[in-house]
Structures are given as C-alpha cells and as structure tokens.
C-alpha cells in the first residue's frame, strides 16, 4: 500500500531532520528588526555629478561607453592631506544614488542591461529573499552604498555611515540595526566599529559578515596591482571595464591597499610572490632561478615594476607608480582593524567562503620564459598557487577575524556568488529570525535538496505493487566529512514496515533500501528505493 511507503519517506525525513517545511511569507512581518546592507568593492553604483548643473551620469557600472565614461570621470589621485582619491576631472563629484532607501544602489549594478543582467546583479537575490520573508523596503531593509575607491576610514564615509545607522534606526520605530557585510564591506563596518563604537553599540544589535578579507587577500591583490582586475569572469568581461582600465584605478585606491595581505598575521603558508629570472653564477655561467619574496619584500617588486607607469589624460601623461603615500595611510588603517573589539550588547557573526581554489602565491615567467625586466610584469599572465577559499578571498584570512563571535561558519561558494546561496540564505534566516524553528543550529548546518522523485504503481495477480525512488542532496556545512573520499564506500541500510490484516484490510508489506553516500565537496548524496506489496482489494 502507497501509505506504507508514505511511512518509510517520513521515517527517512525524521532521519534527515527536517521535520519543519519551509513557509512562504507573502506579507509583512511587523516583528522584524530592520537590516542594513554593506557590499564590497566595486559593489556600490557610482554616478558622475557635473558640479555646473547638477546632471548625473552613472559610471559604474554602465554598458555603453563604459570605459571612455569610467577613465574620464572615475580615474583620481590621491590626496595625503585628507586620505581621499580626487577624481582627476575636477568639474566632477561622484556620488552613490539613496534611491530606495540605498538598496538601488547595491541591487542590480547597472539597471538597464537585459542580456547577461546575473553578472551585474549584488544584493539582488538576497533582497528578493528577504523581501519573501517578511522584510520591508524603507521600514525593516535598507542599503548602505559607497565611493568603493576611498579609504576604509574615510572621514567623510564614516560620517554617512553614522548618519544611515541613525535614520535606519528612526525609520524602524527605534529598533537595532542587523547589519550584513559583504567583502571589504566588513572591513568598512569594522573601522566604524573601532573609531566610533558608542555609536555602534547605540545602533546595531548584530553585524554578519560575509566573505571579509579581514587579513587581506594576498594573491588577487598583488596581481591587480600588477595587472588590474576584471569585475566579471569569461566573455562578459568585454562588455565592461578593460583590466589596464581597471589598473589605473587601483593605483590610487586606498581601499585596494587596505586589501593586500596583513604582514602580522601568522599565515598557514606564507603568500608569495615569485619570479623566474635569469642569474649568471660566478664563473659566468647563466642559469634560471625562481626567485621568492615574502609580503614585505614584495611591495619592493611593486615599485619596481610600476616606477614607469603613466596614463595619459587629457593630453597629458600623468606618473602613476606603486603611492608609498597610500601604503603608509593603509599601514595605518590595519593598525586600526587590529585594535578593534565587538561592543558589548552586539553579537557579532562570520560566514566564508570555502572549497574553491583561491589566489595566495602569485608568480611570474616560467624556467623557459624567464622574466628580464620586472617592468615586464604589467604584460605578463600571473599563475597561482592556491589555498582554500572562496576564490578571491582565504578562508584562513576570512576566518581571522580577530573578534568575540557567535559564531563562524564556512559555506562553499565563491566570492560573490555566495551572496545568492541559498544554504547562507537560510542561515541569515535564522540569524535575523525570520524563521520559526527555534532548535536550527546554523553551525551544524546542513540543507536538503530533493533531487529526483519517482513512484509507480501497478496490479498483477490479485496483487497491488507500488514502488518508489527518491533521492536527496544534503549540503554540509562541515568540510571535514570530505577527508579520503576514495577510501570511503556507500552505507547501505534497510527498511521494512508491514500492516496486519483485518475484516475490513488485507495484510501489506513494505521494504526499502537506503543508499547514503560519502560526502564530497561539501555534498552528501542519499538515495531511497521501496517498494510496498499489499491484497488488491
């Protein structure tokens, strides 16, 4: 009889812990404390303002005329006195549109883009997500966009930061604030944390954060520096910003050197930065070597091979070497990122991103090609050698964050893809309690996806035969269960279940296997096949 199965599927599920199905919420949920949203770099729309009549023009991220708008308008240079990059058409001020509480901002990077929309999409999904479980824009969501190019403690970012905390705050009825970082997002919150924490502490009841670099990220920082960086990955990437576009920016971002790997921190494996050169011995004999520079000696390889860098702007060729000026006002801002500590009455948690191979040693020419001239690296492809990570950012550096937490937990993803997970989405659910399942343990989480379902039935001799298969992915929060994978076999375990006859139902039976597989990559693959045999009444 199908009920018998039925029993076995719920035996499984009870197995599986998931008792509680999830429930959509197409309303408002009054309850809610109010969520405030930080991206990271290059997360945030950024308009041109003509400071003569006040016309915007947004430059990042745009489709058409994206580099000649971004190199014009976007290109800047640093400024000791204040810690602030200008940008170098002084008739312009660039500005983060507050449309929708700040959440345009942050959503969908460049509106009007149809074909290939998922790679400019940030917080989209998340906002989505969230608006489905009761949040409202302007009265419990709001977003906290930025001029991604300055400084992590720039006074003037600080100041609007405090005042978005304060309306946020008022707009909610006098609720604490839940806030949710994304990448250098969190080393933005944390300088704030630091410098103003009565503020903090006055405003914000939680602070999640999600992929920071709190160590920095050695790897992809050095390459971009090197090399720029692409905002999106394959064909896509030609329809935005060019990489030596790109370059030129970061050279004179304060944020992007608050991003290269911290030099106090004890690394598992120091991140490097390596060159194949071509060395004569003493007896004149020449011979390639790999050479090897730690994170300190590296920054000499990066004036070096930056020393002649220029661009040319309107006309003229401007230097733009590796700024010892910035260097020195970012050593001071990760002197403030050490000394900061969670406020007492916030409870403060760390996501990161795991199980994909991520930057960590970077290195130039090969023993066949060795490099001659460390001018030469800004035209070289870097190659890597990998840690675990989300792709951009270490877990180890992601996990360092030097705090009092709640909790840390490692989700496979990558860097920003993590942002539409949904194995971090119901995560956040809990955290922010928009959940009603108060024994979820999101450290020891785990998500089920059904995969496959089948069922059949059919009638031969005086007999009803029903069978079923079904099958399920549990995703792992536990990237240990992975170890020798090879090694492992499958479990196999058996089910039976069987109803005594009666006047009124004949006798049935009921048996299943269940499949569980070892987990792999963070995934773990179950598979349940029954069949029930019962009198055909």
Partial sequence: MAVLLEEIVQSVEFWLKILSKKK???????????????????????????????KGNRVWVRFLG???????????????STGQTVSLDPKTSINVPEDRYG??????LDPDLIVGRDCVCYFHEMIVEMLKWGFQEGETLFGFGYDFRQSNRLQDTLERFAAKLEAVYNASGGKKINLISHSMGGLLVKCFMCLHSDIFEKYVKNWIAIAAPFQGAPGYINSAFLNGMSFVDGWQQNFFISKWSMHQLLIECPSIYELMGSLNFDWQHDPRLEIWKERQDSDGNSRVILESYSLKESIEI?????????????????PLPFNLEILKWADETCGI???AKVPPGVKFFNVYGINLETPHTVSYGSEDAPVKDLQELRYLLANYVCVDGDGTVPAESAKADGLEAEARVGIPGEHRGILCDHHLFRILKHWLKADSDPYYNPVNDYV?????????????KGLQFTSLKEEWEIISGDPDGDHNVADKKPSVSSISVSQAGSEKSARAEACATLVVHPQSEGKQHVELNAISVSVDA
């Fill in 24 to 54: 959509p919420q197409p309303y408002v949920n009054p309850d809610l404390d109010p969520v405030l949203l930080v991206p990271g770099i290059a997360g945030s729309i950024l308009q041109a303002v003509d400071d003569e009549n006040s």
């Fill in 66 to 80: 994206a580099d000649h708008e971004f190199r014009t308008k976007l290109w800047s240079r640093f400024d000791p």
């Fill in 103 to 108: 959440l345009y901002a942050i959503d969908v």
């Fill in 302 to 318: 990066l004036k070096e091979a930056l020393s002649s860098n220029t661009v040319n702007y309107d006309g003229n060729d401007l």
């Fill in 337 to 339: 990122l050490s000394c």
């Fill in 448 to 460: 089920i996806l059904p995969t496959e379902f089948e069922m059949e039935s059919h009638r031969e």
